[in-house]
Structures are given as C-alpha cells and as structure tokens.
T-cell receptor, first 113, second 116 residues
Framework: AQKITQTQPGMFVQEKEAVTLDCTYD???????LFWYKQPSSGEMIFLIY??????QNATEGRYSLNFQKARKSANLVISASQLGDSAMYFC??????????FGSGTKLNVKP | ETGVTQTPRHLVMGMTNKKSLKCEQH?????MYWYKQSAKKPLELMFV???????ENNSVPSRFSPECPNSSHLFLHLHTLQPEDSALYLC???????????????FGPGTRLLVL
C-alpha cells in the first residue's frame, strides 16, 4: 500500500531562518514521483517542487529544496530564508505509475516576524 | 486563461438543490481529478479521468456524479447533498506522457461548498 506521513501538524519559524518540513513515504514501487504543494488560506494548491525516484541529485527550486533520502524513504522540504508569505499548509505527495496521487495530512507553517 | 480554473468559487446550496461544479484546464493535459478537502481531514481523491474515461471512483456516494466530456473539461454534478458534504472541492489535471510518475498535478483554486 502507498502511504505518505507528515508527522508535524504545525511548525513555527522565525522570518529569514530556514525550516525543514518532514515527509516519509511507503511504497514498493521502483518508479515514483515525490511532490510538495503549498496551500495558503485561499485554498489553492500550489506546486512547489518535484523529485523523481531515479534522480540522484536533490531537487531545488529557488528557496525550496527537497532532501531526498531514498533508503530512508524520506523527502523533506527545506525552505531557506523564510518569508511571511510562506505561512501556509504544506502537503507532501507521491505519484505512482498508475496515475494515482497520495497526499500526506499536511504541516501548517507559521512564519513569525 | 491559463492553468486550471474552477467555477463557481463559492456555492451555498440546500439539501434538495441540484448544482454543478465546473473545471477547465488549459495545460493540454489528459488526466483530470476531483478531490474533496474537509476541515481537519486529509485530501480525499474522489474521481480520476484519463482521456475522458473514468479510471477511479473512490467509493464516492452517488449524489456526486462526475462528467468529463473532453480532456479539458470536468464537471461534478451535485444533488440531494448532506451538510457533511460541505468542503473545499479541488480539481486538478496532469499529463500522462513519458514516465507517468514524473507528471506533476496542477490544481485549480477550488470551490468552497456549503450545504445547508
């Protein structure tokens, strides 16, 4: 069975500091994709970053990077230099080869000024 | 318009009403999804369409009826809903070319539904 686990219901970070949001996944597939989404209070799910299971290097997109540790089945999101606008819910997701997406329960990030 | 659009953005309906949610994607994708997001609950996948064919129905009650007339449009027809159906309904789309697991899913802004 596929499963995504986010163990941090809520996180606080000081503005301009870095923060790591945890995500672990469970799959027996060899090929899969890992994603992070941001959901502000407006509701829209915004795609942030993608990591393929065969990618050897960690993905980076601006201030976002994905710390991919395949053997540990973890795909943590690192946000550097946090901004007030980063306050939102963050969801980790996995896609398998059958076109199914699995989402974690989310982490609410609050950035303090 | 670009990306994935959804209308209406907000909807209030009585339990005896019939309404429809509309989703349109302008990304050239061929897979479309409906999700339900209730307060304090994980995102729930409702339906998946690939090339206009329904490939997933996650035990959704029949009061929710999806329709996918083409790869760009997806509807969710609602009738005799219950108050517990109040939620944010999100539409998404993705491509399915190449290695499937690489394709990113893009979401619309959602419809906030309140059933009275």
């Amino acid at each position: 069975a596929q499963k995504i686990t986010q163990t941090q219901p809520g996180m606080f970070v000081q503005e301009k500091e870095a923060v790591t949001l945890d995500c672990t996944y469970d799959t027996s597939d060899q090929s899969y994709g890992l994603f992070w989404y941001k959901q502000p209070s407006s509701g829209e799910m915004i795609f942030l970053i993608y990591q393929g299971s065969y990618d050897e290097q960690n993905a980076t997109e601006g201030r976002y990077s994905l710390n991919f540790q395949k053997a540990r089945k973890s795909a943590n999101l690192v946000i550097s230099a946090s901004q007030l606008g980063d306050s939102a819910m963050y969801f980790c997701a996995m896609r398998d080869n059958f076109n199914k997406f699995y989402f974690g329960s989310g982490t609410k990030l609050n950035v303090k000024p | 318009e670009t990306g994935v659009t959804q209308t209406p953005r907000h909807l209030v309906m009585g339990m005896t009403n019939k309404k429809s949610l509309k989703c349109e994607q302008h990304l050239g994708h061929n897979a479309m999804y409906w999700y339900k997001q209730s307060a304090k609950k994980p995102l729930e996948l409702m339906f998946v369409y690939n090339f206009k064919e329904q490939t997933e129905n996650n035990s959704v009650p029949s009061r929710f009826s999806p329709e996918c007339p083409n790869s760009s449009h997806l509807f969710l027809h609602l009738h005799t809903l219950q108050p517990e159906d109040s939620a944010l309904y999100l539409c998404a789309s993705s491509g399915t070319s190449g290695r499937v697991s690489q394709e990113t899913q893009y979401f619309g802004p959602g419809t906030r539904l309140l059933v009275l």
